[in-house]
């Protein structure tokens, strides 16, 4: 894994090397291994190498045999053997083992198309000398970030925002309209960013600047399969088809020149990698765990028993909740504001894995592909519901809010709140931050004319008009949910410690076969994920094939009622908010006191504003002095 940057002057303009120089020492941590520059008059490259393949020879940035294409690429290749072979058949000769000198030898061969031939997760960026072209590209899922910055003459572009920050000329200046979508989802969607003079490249998408002039498009996008495609064989022999794939994809997942983990949560999905992960590999695997002493929170109990049946060398940790500091950690290895409260076990699951190994597998994806969420469930118990249920709305108010997870009255209010809307307004409200009225009240500035916090949510969701329902709301989640927010989250977690995670539910095989499924076997009442419990019913315990979904979601209500409470009152004091002029103290205060009263659950709400406003301070904390590069 690596962390890569790069600087394009149009003008012709010679690059800085102070400048690219500073980019890329600024992410050293997500490749410690090695680092390098590339300067080539107008352009820079940099690059961070965490050496996964080929430990001694596959340092970056990567130049071609003839000096003609030069390569920086995060991420990795699983079918880079195979391409390998192919190349080496019609005349490629290879100086490493690894996957990045495949990459380079492919697209010197088939240009911006090579990027469709690529099973993997991967951010590259190739420059193409005689041509002056750069290319920009980021894998179909979304798994490895790629920021980049467009203004004036020059292109720049980045593993992360830390990076861009270091460009002289970079405005600081807050987009509105990311503000709110975060404040709304906890989470920025593609292609915003926090800043308005930086963007997302959005999954599968490839970036082309030639000539001064860029283009966007895109070269590949998973997608549900109409309704009269669907797979219609047996459910029997769906499930030895989806083993099988399953298999495969670990198998590739496992491949590395150092050791490999697994982040195991103690639910289905982290479990099946384990289970196959054990039978895959040279060795059953390391395993890390994260509990919590709230009983109702505490999954160790399932992670020590696939462990002990897998015989794993298994590793946990109990979370307290003396996570302040923690959090104040956390916001400056994100780069702009991160609301997901599951970060805090992330981040720590990710150190204590990063003792041990430097490759992790972790299960993202599984939930939006096999149906895993209970908001599918709601969304297809909405549809079968008569008029009028919401009235009884008020009958629930009287409920008080609870310390546990997900409690029933939370979601009865989630749900009776949003039973009237339309199927994507419905679905995204069940998880809904801030309202739209509630930020209003909340922010100094109104919402930018014409604004609509679902955007991103309705463009994905225009694309799939013709396959089931359920699929559809599955995808806008596989598309927005996933790539903006359990993505980035597992990403900056595990690169914080130096860490290369893996997610083996995100490719092709496994893909493939999920998109395709009926809704009968994603999710049928109230049992979810139904094709993948019955796949992963020969590896695990019944208890918890057939569990409740488990993760790494913590006791934040509780502990925002007690130990962090303190915490969370001076961070959000009004001296704090006002003078960081983006929130009104008022309204503030308003979410924290009703949730300390017990009105109701506002922990997802104000986690948000805490790491909105650490987020600010950590900004302002590591704003570099003008002076430290030129230019």
Request: hydrophobic share 45%.
């Amino acid at each position: 894994m690596c962390g890569i940057c790069g600087v394009l002057a149009f003008d012709g303009a010679p690059a800085q090397r102070a400048v690219i120089e500073a980019m890329t020492r600024v992410l050293h941590h997500r490749g410690p291994d090695s680092e390098g520059v590339h300067v080539d008059g107008p352009l820079a490259l940099g690059a961070t190498r965490l050496a996964i393949l080929d430990i001694e020879r596959a340092d970056q940035p990567m130049t071609s045999a003839d000096g003609h294409v030069t390569i920086v690429h995060n991420g990795e290749i699983y079918n880079h053997a195979e391409l390998r072979r192919e190349l080496e058949s019609s005349g490629s000769r290879f100086r490493t083992s690894g996957d990045t000198e495949v990459v380079l030898e492919l697209y010197r061969r088939h240009g911006v198309r090579c990027f469709e031939r690529l099973r993997g997760m991967f951010a590259t960026a190739i420059w193409h000398a005689p041509q002056r072209r750069l290319v920009l590209a980021r894998d179909p899922f979304g798994i490895k970030p790629l920021f980049y910055r467009l203004a004036g003459n020059s292109l720049a572009f980045a593993s992360e925002l830390k990076s861009l920050l270091l460009i002289p000329a970079f405005s600081r200046e807050i987009d509105d309209e990311a503000l709110q979508c975060y404040l709304a989802q906890n989470s920025i969607p593609a292609p915003l960013t926090i800043f308005r003079d930086a963007r997302k490249l959005e999954a599968g998408h490839v970036l082309v600047c030639e000539n001064g002039g860029v283009t966007v498009t895109r070269f590949a996008r998973p997608a549900p399969a109409l309704t009269d495609e669907l797979r219609r064989e047996p459910q029997a022999e769906l499930v030895g088809e989806l083993r099988e794939r399953l298999r495969d994809s670990v198998r590739a997942h496992l491949v590395s020149d150092v050791p490999v983990g697994v982040l195991l949560s103690g639910g289905i999905d982290s479990s099946v990698l384990t289970a196959l992960a054990a039978q895959e590999g040279p060795a059953p695997p390391a395993t890390f765990s994260i509990g919590f002493e709230e009983q109702s929170f505490n999954e160790l109990e399932n992670a020590r028993e696939v462990a002990a049946r897998w015989q794993t060398d298994h590793h946990e940790l109990v979370l307290r909740p003396d996570a302040a500091e923690l959090l104040v950690e956390m916001a400056g290895a994100f780069d702009e504001p991160f609301g997901d409260s599951s970060a805090l076990p992330t981040y720590l699951v990710s150190r204590l894995a990063s003792e041990h190994v430097k490759v992790v597998l972790s299960g993202e994806g599984g939930d939006e592909l096999f149906g895993g969420y209970e908001t599918y469930a709601a969304d297809l118990l909405a549809q079968r519901l008569p008029a009028g249920v919401g009235r009884l709305r008020p009958l629930v108010d009287r409920i008080p809010s609870s310390n546990g997870r997900v409690s029933v009255e939370y979601r009865a209010k989630r749900f009776l709140d949003a039973i009237e809307l339309p199927p994507l307004e419905r679905h995204e409200a069940f998880k809904e931050i801030f309202s739209a009225d509630s930020r209003r009240d909340l922010l100094n500035a109104d919402a930018p004319a014409g604004f609509d916090a679902l955007a991103a949510q309705r463009r994905r969701f225009s694309e799939t008009a013709g396959a089931p329902l359920l699929a559809r709301l599955q995808d806008v989640d596989l598309g927005v949910y996933l790539v903006d927010d359990l993505l980035v989250k597992t990403d900056r977690m595990s690169m914080a410690h130096s860490l290369e995670a893996r997610v083996p539910f995100l490719d092709s095989a496994v893909c493939d076969l999920a998109l395709s499924l009926p809704t009968s076997l994603r999710v049928r009442g109230l049992q979810k994920k139904r094709l993948l419990r019955a796949a992963a019913a020969q590896w695990l315990p019944r208890r918890i094939v057939y569990g409740r979904k488990r993760g790494f979601s913590i006791p934040a209500a509780a502990w925002l009622r007690g130990e962090l409470l303190p915490f969370a009152r001076e961070v959000l004091s009004p001296d704090a908010v006002e003078r960081q002029a983006i929130l009104r103290p008022g309204a503030v205060a308003a979410v924290l006191d009703e949730h300390v009263a017990r009105t109701r659950d506002n922990s997802r709400q104000l986690w948000g504003l805490i790491m909105l406003t650490l987020w600010r301070d950590s900004l302002t904390a590591a704003a570099p002095p003008r002076t430290s590069v030129s230019g």
